[in-house]
């Protein structure tokens, strides 16, 4: 066997596989012994049919699959042992000749490598990042109390619909001037959310035992899937229901918040954690405060890449086989779509090979403590979007071992903790030109990017 690997501009490889038929030989003898103790072939016994026909019926088949086996595990090998820093898979080369598996002949395989370009990434004290504090004001607190007096809240019945309220509609509905036409009860509405202001001004100020006379695919002249929900009809039907409907109000309900007392401190943050106002506000403060700082985190590893990616400069890349490769992984989605990407996706890829360095800088590993960790956070994350921000811990902890059954979830979950180790090893490696914004400013920033 021998193998050569060459590359003159340091991206486009080239190795060259020469395989004996002592490679191999000893392999394909293996199988078709194999072979021949369960061939099961008329007029032999399991096990006696003789060995030449063996060959002949499963000799060419054997000796490609044996060839194959070992071309992967020696292109692999070879790489890894010569420390070849390829990018996405081997690709068949345009300069390989015909093969004759037929002959005892040595066999030569070529295939094209792209290969990583050459650089260095190295962060010290003297490279200035920016981190970006979120400064907690008094109206952010309102703003989070608010929410979660909005959430706490409940419907009390009133008399008279206020337009200013989150008020509901419950009444009588009845089409007009159409005989054998539609009379439903108990129908539910909500007039803020009517797209006709006409027809939306038509409920204000009513009362108990109000008639409203209006019309439904006025109101929602875009929204036959609306229309169709209330009236108990299909959406296909809603052009034979165009005319006006009567609405008897039955029932006036208001959304009222709930207040700010230990209720709701508990209702939030579990029973006698909070005893007054002010530790209420503080522990949202501080709740924050938390968020803010992954946001921080966030912004600051996005400026390290910025950053990271002027002081490298541009990287040449072995753009048309990356084409191929990228084409070969994206069969179903054919030229465009790659054309279309490339340029997005060598970008994604130069930061990628730069990370990977400042992560072997820091001597970054992700355990399974790491990934126990991000996937907390995320269930911690995605129980706040419904406003439970008081979950006990084992119940987090269940939630992280579910998600991490997930093969699809893991790898995500891996990138996470790289991201998470990383920002906070650079954060003591670089110098950190610390400034307060606003989150209003905050979000500007990132928007820009």
């Not at 030569?108 to 990583?116: C, E, R, S």
């Not at 959406?235 to 009222?256: A, C």
Request: charged share 35%; aromatic share 8%.
């Amino acid at each position: 066997m021998n193998i050569s690997f060459e590359a003159p501009d340091k991206i486009n490889g080239l190795m060259t596989i020469t395989l004996e038929t002592a490679d191999y030989q000893p392999e394909v003898d293996k199988t078709l012994k194999d072979y021949r103790k369960r061939a099961n072939i008329p007029g032999f016994r399991p096990g006696q049919a003789p060995m030449g026909m063996i060959k002949r019926q499963f000799g060419p088949s054997v000796k490609v699959e044996a060839v194959n086996k070992l071309l992967g595990e020696k292109l692999y090998e070879y790489v890894r042992e010569n420390k070849i820093q390829m990018l996405g898979e081997p690709l068949p080369s345009d300069k390989q000749e015909q093969i004759d598996f037929e002959g005892d002949q040595p066999l030569t395989f070529k295939f094209d490598i792209a290969v990583a370009p050459a650089f260095e990434v190295k962060l010290t004290e003297k490279d200035k990042v920016p981190y970006y504090n979120i400064t907690v004001d008094d109206k952010l607190i309102d703003q989070q109390v608010e929410m979660y007096q909005n959430r706490a809240g409940q419907y009390e019945k009133v008399e008279q619909y206020d337009s200013k309220e989150r008020d509901m509609l419950k009444g009588d509905l009845r089409e007009v001037g159409k005989e054998g036409g539609i009379e439903l009860s108990d129908v539910v509405l909500m007039p803020q959310y009517i797209k006709a202001d006409d027809q939306k001004k038509l409920f204000d100020d009513c009362k108990l035992g109000d008639i409203i006379t209006w019309n439904p695919r006025k109101a929602y002249p875009d929204n036959d899937a609306e229309v169709s929900s209330m009236l108990k009809i299909q959406k296909e039907e809603v052009k034979d229901h165009e005319g006006d409907f009567t609405f008897q109000v039955t029932e006036i309900s208001r959304y009222v918040k709930a207040e700010v007392n230990q209720e709701l401190f508990d209702q939030t943050f579990g029973k006698d954690a909070v005893k007054n106002e002010k530790e209420f506000r503080q522990k949202i403060a501080d709740q924050i405060s938390q968020q803010f700082k992954a946001d921080s985190d966030y912004k600051f590893l996005q400026d390290i890449r910025a950053y990271v990616e002027k002081k490298v400069g541009k990287l040449e890349f072995p753009e048309a086989l990356l084409k191929r490769v990228m084409m070969n992984n994206n069969k179903d989605k054919g030229a465009d779509f790659v054309e279309k990407n490339f340029d997005a996706s060598i970008k994604e890829l130069g930061w990628h090979l730069m990370k990977e360095q400042l992560v072997a800088a820091q001597g970054i590993k992700v355990e399974d403590a790491d990934l126990k960790d991000v996937a907390k956070e995320a269930a911690r994350m995605q129980f706040a979007q419904y406003g439970m921000s008081n979950v006990p811990d084992e119940y987090l902890e269940n939630y992280a071992s579910e998600m991490l059954k997930k093969r699809e979830n893991v790898d995500g979950l891996v990138d996470r903790a790289v991201d998470v180790k990383l920002t906070a090893a650079l954060k003591n490696v670089v110098k950190l030109t610390e400034k307060d914004v606003t989150m209003e400013d905050f979000q500007k920033m990132l928007q820009e990017k």
